[in-house]
């Protein structure tokens, strides 16, 4: 028996589908009573649905504005044959049905075209309808429709749960959350939105209409993070942030290798490097960093160590970074792992070429996991495939954890905070007795001798 909820803010509804294992999303939602609607017609609130430790958010539809670019592409394309090159995947048959629904519409600028301020398409030309069909794309034209949204699954997460170790700490000014792996803060594209921190917290925990984020953590790194209520503690714990001398910033990590006992300072700088984008937009700036590296224990059996990692910056992929270029890469790290494409230490920013080859190298292993991947399933409404991504299970995700963070001010000690995350599952299953306990209690930055 598979429970599906669909929760709204305000109210919740429960559905019991009979299900067999293993049986596809796609195939349960087609069990759904018809007086539930299978496609959301509208993004708020979202409906939920819950499968195998998965939060999935039902598709619905959205507003979406699409700058047009004829850039390698022939110029004598319409605007169907151009929506099919762009959106691979998507049959025509749903594009001609928002075309006839008046759900599909072009805006064309009338004089020279000008940069656009917010939505004001007051001086273009709104063409819809059966001309669509036949009328010829051209750049600088903007494609309007109501998008059918598919937003990728998280891991369940849910702070009114008192049996988990989500929630740290809360008081009428702060928030303190265990963040679960594979869910990122804000949201992202289309990939997330209502299955981002931000939104679960904000609307489905708090009710409220916004939350200040303090620190970031990357979608695949889970532990601390502070979040504020209101903007005044937003700005106390952004100085307390800032002021590197009285803060505390402690990660755990699982490293390839046996790391030795002595400790490790690395002060090499981080480089950007952005794969998904163009050279120019891919490659930016270096950053100083240094971040101190103790091992807590060698486990001989798996080869790893866990490492306690002490950050004196907070800089993008800073430990993931520093541990490559030291030789002992993040078990799971899909970036910098192992034998990934940026497993090569790295010191200064790649030039163009070397940028391009590792894009390509990039884009080749994007294609070959698609083509791993088993099809979940298929959109009735306008054919999006969704493939179950074999990475996105617990025992592939990358071992960093935010483990502690805390401030001591040596002139008021009203300004003291201090906050640990549970040791994860994955450290303690290779902790001997009694050693996470201790390092419960340590949260030292060690002293190189």
Same mark, same amino acid.
């Given at each position: 028996?598979?429970?599906? #909820?669909?929760?709204?803010?305000?109210?919740?509804?429960?559905?019991?589908?009979?299900?067999?294992?293993?049986?596809?999303?796609?195939?349960?939602?087609?069990?759904?009573? %018809?007086?539930?609607?299978?496609?959301?017609?509208?993004?708020?609130?979202?409906?939920?649905?819950?499968?195998?430790?998965?939060?999935?958010?039902?598709?619905?539809?959205?507003?979406? +504005?699409?700058?047009?670019?004829?850039?390698? !592409?022939?110029?004598?394309?319409?605007?169907?044959?151009?929506?099919?090159?762009?959106?691979?995947?998507?049959?025509?048959?749903?594009?001609?049905?928002?075309?006839?629904?008046?759900?599909?519409?072009?805006?064309?600028?009338?004089?020279?075209?000008?940069?656009?301020?917010?939505?004001?398409?007051?001086?273009?030309?709104?063409?819809?309808?059966?001309?669509?069909?036949?009328?010829?794309?051209?750049?600088?034209? !903007?494609?309007?429709?109501?998008?059918? *949204?598919?937003?990728?699954?998280?891991?369940?997460?849910?702070?009114?749960?008192?049996?988990?170790?989500?929630? %740290?700490?809360?008081?009428?000014?702060?928030?303190?959350?265990?963040?679960? #792996?594979?869910?990122?803060?804000?949201?992202?594209?289309?990939?997330?939105?209502?299955?981002?921190?931000? +939104?679960?917290?904000?609307?489905?925990?708090?009710?409220?209409?916004?939350?200040?984020?303090?620190?970031?953590?990357?979608?695949?790194?889970?532990?601390?993070?502070?979040?504020?209520?209101?903007?005044?503690?937003?700005?106390?714990?952004?100085?307390?942030?800032?002021?590197?001398?009285?803060?505390?910033?402690?990660?755990?990590?699982?490293?390839?290798?046996?790391?030795?006992?002595?400790?490790?300072?690395?002060?090499?700088?981080?480089?950007?490097?952005?794969?998904?984008?163009?050279?120019?937009?891919?490659?930016?700036?270096?950053?100083?960093?240094?971040?101190?590296?103790?091992?807590?224990?060698?486990?001989?059996?798996?080869?790893?160590?866990? %490492?306690?990692?002490?950050?004196?910056?907070?800089?993008?992929?800073?430990?993931?970074?520093?541990?490559?270029?030291?030789?002992?890469?993040?078990?799971?790290?899909?970036?910098?792992?192992?034998?990934? !494409?940026?497993?090569?230490?790295? +010191?200064?920013?790649?030039?163009?070429?070397?940028?391009?080859?590792?894009?390509?190298?990039?884009?080749?292993?994007?294609?070959?996991? #698609?083509?791993?991947?088993?099809?979940?399933?298929?959109?009735?409404?306008?054919?999006?495939?969704? +493939?179950?991504?074999?990475?996105?299970?617990?025992?592939?995700?990358?071992?960093?954890?935010?483990?502690?963070?805390?401030?001591?001010?040596?002139?008021?000690?009203?300004?003291?905070?201090?906050?640990?995350?549970? *040791?994860?599952?994955?450290?303690?299953?290779?902790?001997?007795?009694?050693?996470?306990?201790?390092?419960?209690?340590?949260?030292?930055?060690?002293?190189?001798?």
């Amino acid at each position: 028996m598979f429970k599906c #909820v669909i929760r709204y803010i305000s109210t919740t509804t429960i559905i019991h589908v009979e299900s067999k294992p293993n049986e596809s999303i796609s195939s349960i939602v087609s069990k759904i009573p %018809i007086t539930v609607e299978r496609i959301s017609p509208k993004s708020k609130p979202p409906i939920y649905q819950y499968k195998d430790g998965y939060q999935y958010v039902t598709p619905y539809k959205k507003l979406m +504005y699409n700058n047009v670019s004829l850039k390698g !592409i022939p110029q004598q394309l319409t605007v169907l044959q151009y929506l099919n090159k762009i959106f691979i995947g998507r049959n025509e048959t749903f594009f001609k049905d928002q075309i006839l629904n008046n759900e599909l519409w072009i805006y064309r600028p009338r004089k020279r075209f000008k940069k656009i301020e917010g939505k004001d398409f007051s001086k273009h030309q709104k063409i819809k309808g059966t001309t669509l069909l036949t009328t010829k794309i051209k750049t600088n034209d !903007i494609i309007a429709n109501f998008a059918c *949204i598919h937003e990728l699954k998280v891991p369940i997460f849910d702070l009114n749960d008192k049996e988990n170790d989500n929630l %740290i700490f809360e008081d009428n000014n702060l928030l303190v959350i265990n963040k679960p #792996v594979g869910i990122p803060i804000h949201p992202s594209g289309m990939a997330y939105n209502y299955n981002s921190i931000e +939104y679960m917290i904000t609307k489905n925990y708090l009710q409220k209409d916004k939350i200040w984020i303090i620190h970031r953590l990357d979608k695949d790194t889970s532990g601390v993070l502070i979040l504020a209520k209101n903007s005044e503690t937003c700005s106390k714990f952004n100085k307390f942030i800032e002021n590197r001398n009285g803060l505390t910033k402690q990660y755990l990590a699982l490293v390839e290798g046996n790391f030795g006992d002595q400790i490790r300072i690395e002060t090499n700088p981080i480089i950007e490097i952005d794969l998904s984008k163009p050279f120019n937009k891919g490659v930016g700036k270096e950053f100083n960093a240094k971040t101190v590296f103790k091992n807590v224990y060698y486990d001989s059996v798996s080869n790893t160590s866990l %490492i306690s990692c002490f950050l004196q910056n907070g800089r993008k992929h800073q430990i993931r970074q520093h541990l490559k270029n030291l030789g002992y890469p993040i078990i799971n790290d899909p970036l910098y792992g192992k034998d990934k !494409i940026l497993s090569m230490p790295i +010191y200064s920013p790649p030039n163009r070429e070397e940028f391009q080859r590792l894009r390509e190298l990039y884009e080749n292993q994007l294609n070959e996991r #698609v083509d791993n991947w088993e099809m979940e399933n298929v959109c009735t409404n306008c054919s999006h495939v969704t +493939y179950n991504n074999q990475l996105n299970v617990e025992d592939n995700y990358m071992r960093l954890f935010s483990f502690h963070y805390s401030y001591k001010d040596e002139h008021d000690g009203r300004n003291n905070w201090s906050f640990t995350a549970p *040791i994860p599952p994955w450290a303690k299953s290779i902790l001997p007795e009694g050693k996470a306990d201790s390092l419960m209690k340590d949260h030292q930055v060690p002293i190189k001798e």
